[in-house]
Nanobody
Framework: QVQLVESGGGSVQAGGSLRLSCVASGYPYTGYCMGWFRQAPGKEREEVAY???????SAADSVKGRFTISQDNGKNTLYLQMNSLKPEDTAMYYC???????????????????WGQGTQVTVSS
């Protein structure tokens, strides 16, 4: 059974940084397709960034240049380095993964992915 556990969230002031981690267990497809999503109160869950096993990565326009996604396949861990945080980044952040049966894309992660419980990020102005 795939389990994803996020950590690293917290409260920071605008301009600050946080590094989120997502440890995957029971997921033998190391590096295939994992990503980060976020959901603010009253809003739909949205894609932040994801990456595939070719090392390719995609990020939402709202976080490009500020957030960096990376993974350590040896540790089966996905990271999200968040710099220059803004109040509008405040949300619950979730990690997602799909199996190689599913084409790697943000939409497919959102629709078919395994999910963690999330970690809260709060940015104050």
């Amino acid at each position: 059974q795939v389990q994803l556990v996020e950590s690293g969230g917290g409260s920071v002031q605008a301009g600050g940084s946080l590094r989120l981690s997502c440890v995957a267990s029971g997921y033998p497809y190391t590096g295939y397709c994992m990503g980060w999503f976020r959901q603010a109160p009253g809003k739909e869950r949205e894609e932040v960034a994801y990456m595939n096993n070719d090392g390719g990565a995609s990020a939402a326009d709202s976080v490009k240049g500020r957030f960096t996604i990376s993974q350590d396949n040896g540790k089966n861990t996905l990271y999200l380095q968040m710099n220059s945080l803004k109040p509008e980044d405040t949300a619950m952040y979730y990690c997602a993964a799909v199996t190689p049966l599913i084409y790697c894309s943000g939409a497919n992660l959102l629709r078919f992915g395994f999910w963690g419980q999330g970690t809260q990020v709060t940015v104050s102005s």
